[in-house]
Every structure is written in C-alpha cells, then in structure tokens.
C-alpha cells in the first residue's frame, strides 16, 4: 500500500472539513449561506438533525452562536450547532453545556502514513445499499432512544448520503451468509472519507474493521485520490485503531444539541 502524499495539516483539514459540509448539502432537502456558516435542511425528515443543522465555520461566540440557532433553527423542536471552529467549539462546551445542550466532539483524521502492521482482506466484499441500509438499521436501533419512524428517517439519510457520494460499500460475512461487518467509502473523485465502520456484537475483536478499512483505503488510492480521511469520537475507542491504520488527527469539530420543551 502506497503512503498518501504529504499536505500541510491545515489544508487537509479545510478539504475534509468543505467535504463533510457538502455531504450534508447534497443529502438534505435545502441549504443556503447564513451569517457565519450554512443553514441545512431537511423537512422531510425532521428527526435526523444531522441534516437539520446550523453549520458554523469561523470564530464564534456563545452569544452569536445561541442567537444564529434561535433565528435559524427556532420553527424545530430541537437546535443543532456544528462547529467548525476548534478553538470556538471548545470554548462553547461549558457555557453550552450550562444551558442544557449536550455535545460530542469529533476529531478528523487524515491518511498519512503506513499502517503499523501488513493486513488482509479475507473476506471482504462489496455489497449493495440495501444490504448497508439493513445493517445499518440493526446498528442505528440499538439506541434505546430510536423510536420506529426516527429509526426509518435515519436509515434513509443514510442512503441519501451514500448515493450522493457514489459510496462503495463494503462488508464481511458469516459462515450462514449473514452480513455482521460493514464499511462505507465515500467520494467526490479527489478526495474519499471512509464512514459508517460498524461489527456486530458477536464478531468483535476479530479484526473485521481493520480489514475493511484496509480495503477501503486501497480502493481509494487505486482510484487516485489525494486525500483520504475519517471521522471519529474524540473521546472514544476507534481513533486509536484508526491510529495504528495509518491515520493522524488534524483537527476537531463541536457538536452540539439541545432539545427545546
């Protein structure tokens, strides 16, 4: 596996950054340039605030950022703020947080180098959308909040995401047939994002998403894209694995929800 050409870590981060928003664009029902960032819509499925969202890209108070949601996202019963802007993300967590919105914040990481180690791809195949969308579903219900009509708007954000991307899916199966791993390549024909790595319970710690991210990460580079990267909870598990494939952070986004009574 070739090592991905070398760009200042700013650069990156502006391309993966352009590459999320517009995902999130092409996916929703509308969007248009606000004061500060993006407003994207999407009334048909008004559960997923991924895709009902004020994106804020530059430096950003508390104040502007409250008063953006309110005017923008006020008619929906809940605010969605994404922040671009790592030092303004951090410094709206706590005064966010006070007022009663939760957040996750996400670190963005960029093909850089080598894996730490040789790895196969047995079993490894391509898969259609439906069969994601299933496996999905499976994934997205374990969310003991996901009630049935949320649970079907999300599945089918989800698909509307990957055919905006011309996604590649890609997944591992059991002895019976049954699809327990998968993964998701997107593209824009420069740039790819690997998304949606998900193992069922029973077939983890076996490797699985390693093999599909390895094979993710070769399709990319065989179709010669000049930046490949991915998106992962900055307080979790996955970044480290994501780590040792060859990935290295260049910057992190806030989100933020709150639900309105």
């Not at 606000?34 to 104040?63: E, F």
Request: charged share 25%; aromatic share 6%.
């Amino acid at each position: 596996m070739r090592a991905m050409a070398k760009r200042p870590a700013s650069e990156a981060l502006q391309t993966a950054l352009a590459f999320l928003r517009r995902t999130a664009v092409l996916a929703a029902d509308e969007a248009r340039p606000v004061d500060g960032g993006w407003l994207i819509r999407a009334p048909s499925l008004g559960g997923v605030w991924g895709l009902n969202q004020l994106r804020l890209l530059g430096s950003i108070s508390y104040a502007q950022a409250v008063e953006l949601a309110e005017r923008h996202l006020g008619d929906l019963p809940y605010r969605q703020l994404v922040v671009e802007h790592e030092d303004s993300a951090r410094r709206l967590e706590e005064p966010l947080a006070a007022d009663g919105w939760t957040f996750d914040r996400d670190v963005l990481m960029v093909l850089a180098r080598p894996a730490d180690r040789e790895a196969g791809t047995d079993g490894v195949v391509e898969i259609d959308g439906h069969a994601a969308s299933e496996l999905m579903r499976r994934w997205v219900s374990d969310d003991p909040k996901m009630n049935a009509a949320t649970l079907d708007q999300v599945i089918d954000a989800t698909a509307r995401e990957a055919r905006a991307r011309a996604a590649t899916s890609l997944g591992i199966r059991d002895e019976a047939g049954e699809l327990v791993a998968m993964t998701k390549l997107y593209t824009d024909g420069i740039t790819a994002q690997v998304e949606d790595v998900y193992t069922v319970d029973a077939w983890r710690n076996r490797g699985c998403a390693r093999r599909l991210i390895t094979r993710a990460i070769a399709l990319a580079q065989e179709a010669g894209h000049e930046l490949v990267f991915i998106e992962a909870d900055d307080n979790g598990w996955p970044k480290q694995l994501y780590s040792r494939l060859g990935f290295d952070p260049i910057g992190r986004i806030g989100v933020f929800h709150r639900a309105v009574a």
